[in-house]
């Protein structure tokens, strides 16, 4: 059985065309057209209002809807002297065909939601987030509201803050209004809708989708386009700091990391690449597109190096200054945009200006891309306003940037902030700048799972926090796991002396867990660009909530816990670790079925709630039963290119398959199959099918089994078979090199069908070994677990070490965090 979701046919990348209108006009057997409103019915959860006081309706593509012309689903429409009901599976309409009231205008939804909270009734306020001002958002239930979707910047943020709403909903509906959007226009540019209050102009789009949080997101891909594939390099580590790097001094740090074996596939310049030392009439040197040759004497020659390390380079910009006459562009901006050089006046940025735009990108950009920028880090500063009201310069700019990116063969990439609901069209988002507090590292899975709710799938963090704050090494370690588990992993920081990510300047044991999370970060590429690929085609982010897969009041009490693609569930420690247990900990809820932990293979049962436990370089990540995670071998294996050697850790307990999808960057696919039948004892690699050539002509593949009993395998196919390897009592490895990728090979054996116990005892005994408490304390724990095996847990509350003096002594009993450890490891599975 696979956990890859289906191809969703109804979903399309937004190209230029579709930005000139060739798919925005709606179906006319979807629509029900009045004197003064229109209706249109875009799928069976999905409905269009418009309430226009000109009897005029809007065609142009939006920022939030380009695909309008879906096939019109099933629907019947009744007319009566009180109005008009329009009905489909998911809901019923009933509407008075006069201006919009709450009286007038409602909406049921039909199916898994209770009546009397699945009303949505014109201008109901219920569609706001009911988390997104919650300092304690961790523990808190939500009995109705939005579910939230993500926020523009999380620049000083300390923690929590509030949230834009999404389409998913307690209630069952969720509500986006359209009715001033930027539109794109025929010309393929961009243009402001006219003024008109709600009395005079209503777009609004309503989600019904009951307690189906995917689907409700699926149709938002539907109408705004699906997430693009982002290019393979993307996925791995990115080196960023905001400091005053020279060439020399950049690439000495680059090797710096290969000697720690510490592997980066993108180079971060913050603003210091461009001359920022300038008269001061003409601004504070913010905005820049002259290198500062001083620090890069050669940029071609550095971005050619970067480029043969296999890294790509991406430049900070802040347009909001403008060009002022230091640059070496400037001479020919301003004749662009009429202005005598001679004079020395800046030339104003003016996105809504698409003279200035076209100028902006031939004499600003283009000619920093043809010395070897790959893309652009856009750090607007100045908010959403314009000359023209109503067009807003973050939205051009990522759109434009993201479009001329593109241009050629390449696949397009750029990296700025939020600009609301279809901005998921512009990958990468950069989320701003957190202070150096376990409070914002506390937010960021909560916020990053939850933008999921609008399609927003690829958040950037400054893994590790910004600014201010304070150093601790424990909080660094556990915010770089939380990266290896986020769509994009790039370590960022101030320019403070002190604010350093670099690894080695952090103490033991978290020094060697940093290193570590990036290695198996750089590692996990083959597994994250499978899921790049399926996210675009079927509508499915790579972080989602857990209420996306089961709809229970379970998944909502676990916020900051997530499924990251379709084989894992991670719950991150965001919290400083128990000084007795020298753990972090973590409330999780697991699902049914049974988890393995991705790194020990420990086995846990689910349908349950429990806390999970984790050393400094430990992690709570789990693979589900039958799940397969391919990864590099090599730990330091270039981002950009295909492995010849590939990982698969794969889970014990069920069937399993998995596609693994491989590119060389265009759109030349292979995808190779990997099948875990658990009944039959089999585990095999198909041919790989597709364009070939983009696979390494022979591949060596290895198997870390997780939860499997002892086996002694059989090779049927290519290659050239292994003896096993016992790595501890939950894991074993088994090898086959030398596979030719049009053949392939079935691994057979008795132990492939059969669950290995949890060690438990010596789980247990490991966990007591570093334990920070009395020697007489552990010794007692492990003789009531070896006498009474699970039954111990109801005397740890209780149980008290006397000293032979008769007086109390340090740790004589077991605190909280311990008996909570010692229970996680003797309940976790039957």
Do not use: C
Not at 555 to 569: M, S
Not at 578 to 601: C, H, I, K, S, Y
Request: charged letters at 20%; hydrophobic letters at 40%; a negative charge.
């Amino acid at each position: 059985m696979t956990s890859t979701p289906a191809t969703d046919p109804l979903l399309r990348p937004a190209t230029p065309e579709d930005y000139r209108g060739a798919h925005s006009t709606p179906a006319p057997d979807a629509t029900i057209v009045g004197d003064r409103y229109r209706i249109t019915v875009l799928t069976e959860g999905l409905l269009r209002f418009e309430w226009s006081d000109s009897g005029e309706f809007e065609d142009r593509p939006t920022t939030l809807a380009i695909f309008r012309d879906l096939p019109a689903p099933e629907f019947t429409v009744v007319r009566s002297d009180s109005g008009i009901r329009v009905q489909t599976q998911r809901f019923d309409l009933s509407y008075d065909e006069q201006p919009p009231t709450a009286a007038g205008l409602q909406v049921q939804v039909r199916g898994n939601v209770t009546a009397h909270q699945s009303v949505w009734r014109y201008g109901d306020q219920s569609t706001l987030p009911a988390w997104h001002l919650q300092p304690d958002f961790q523990h808190r239930v939500p009995a109705r509201g939005n579910l939230g979707g993500t926020a523009r910047t999380l620049d000083e943020a300390n923690g929590a803050v509030p949230l834009e709403p999404g389409v998913v909903s307690e209630r069952g509906f969720a509500v986006l209004d359209d009715s001033s959007s930027m539109v794109f226009t025929p010309d393929g540019w961009v243009a402001a809708r006219p003024r008109r209050t709600a009395a005079q102009y209503q777009d609004l789009y309503v989600f019904t989708h009951g307690h189906d949080a995917a689907a409700a997101v699926r149709d938002l891909y539907r109408l705004s386009g699906s997430q693009p594939v982002l290019p393979r390099w993307a996925l791995g580590n990115w080196w960023s700091r905001y400091h005053p790097y020279s060439a020399q001094s950049y690439l000495q740090l680059l090797d710096r990391f290969d000697v720690e074996r510490v592997p980066f596939s993108v180079a971060v310049l913050d603003m210091d690449w461009h001359v920022t030392d300038v008269d001061p009439r003409f601004g504070p040197g913010w905005t820049g597109y002259t290198w500062n040759r001083d620090l890069f004497p050669d940029p071609p020659a550095f971005l050619d190096e970067l480029r043969r390390r296999g890294l790509r380079t991406t430049l900070n910009v802040h347009p909001a200054d403008g060009v002022q006459p230091h640059e070496d562009a400037y001479e020919k901006m301003a004749e662009a945009m009429g202005i005598d050089p001679s004079t020395e006046l800046s030339v104003h940025f003016d996105a809504s200006d698409r003279r200035f735009m076209d100028a902006y990108f031939q004499f600003l950009h283009h000619p920093l891309e043809d010395e070897g920028v790959q893309f652009w880090w856009l750090d607007w500063q100045s908010g959403p306003h314009s000359r023209v009201p109503g067009i807003d310069p973050l939205w051009v700019l990522n759109h434009a940037h993201f479009v001329d990116n593109g241009r050629g063969d390449r696949t397009p990439l750029t990296f700025s902030r939020y600009a609301g609901p279809g901005s998921h069209r512009y990958p990468v988002g950069f989320s701003g700048d957190t202070h150096i507090t376990w409070e914002s590292l506390h937010f960021q899975p909560y916020f990053t799972a939850t933008a999921a709710n609008i399609g927003y799938g690829w958040w950037s963090h400054d893994i590790g926090g910004h600014m201010f704050g304070y150093r601790d090494d424990e909080l660094m370690a556990r915010w770089t796991q939380l990266g290896v588990f986020s769509p994009i992993l790039r370590l960022h920081s101030s320019n403070s002396p002190f604010a350093g990510k670099e690894p080695w300047l952090y103490a033991e044991p978290h020094r060697s867990a940093i290193s570590e999370a990036l290695r198996l970060r750089n590692r996990l590429v083959p597994y994250l660009h499978t899921m790049n690929r399926v996210q675009a085609t079927t509508g499915q982010p790579l972080v989602r909530p857990l209420y996306h897969v089961h709809r229970r009041i379970e998944a909502l009490q676990v916020p900051n816990e997530y499924f990251f693609g379709t084989e894992l569930l991670v719950a991150p420690i965001t919290q400083p670790a128990d000084d007795e247990t020298r753990m972090g900990a973590v409330t999780a809820w697991l699902p049914p079925g049974q988890w393995f932990d991705l790194q020990t293979g420990y086995r846990y049962d689910g349908e349950r709630r429990l806390q999970l436990h984790r050393p400094a370089d430990g992690f709570a990540a789990l693979l589900r039963a039958g799940g397969m995670v391919p990864m590099s071998t090599d730990g330091l294996q270039r981002a950009d290119a295909n492995p010849e050697a590939v990982t698969v850790v794969t889970a014990a307990g069920a069937d399993g398959a998995f596609e693994l999808v491989e590119d060389d960057g265009s759109d030349s696919v292979a995808t190779t199959r990997l099948v875990l039948d658990w009944a039959a004892g089999t585990l095999s690699v198909h041919p790989a099918q597709g364009d070939t050539s983009v696979v390494p002509e022979t591949r060596d593949w290895t198997f870390e089994l997780l939860g499997f009993a002892d086996i002694s395998a059989t090779l049927e196919g290519s290659g050239l078979l292994s003896e096993v390897t016992r790595l501890d009592d939950s894991r074993q490895l088994v090898s086959v090199s030398g596979v030719p990728r049009d053949e392939g090979f079935t691994l057979r054996a008795e132990g492939l069908a059969v669950l290995a116990p949890n060690p438990a005892l010596a789980r247990l005994e490991e966990f007591l070994q570093q334990a920070q408490i009395g020697f007489s304390l552990k010794e007692a724990i492990l003789n009531r677990v070896r006498d009474l095996g699970v039954g111990a847990l109801a005397e740890l509350p209780v149980l008290h070490v006397a000293s032979p003096s008769g007086l109390d002594e340090p740790h004589a009993r077991a605190s909280s965090p311990v008996i909570s450890a010692v229970t996680e490891i003797l309940l976790a599975s039957n």
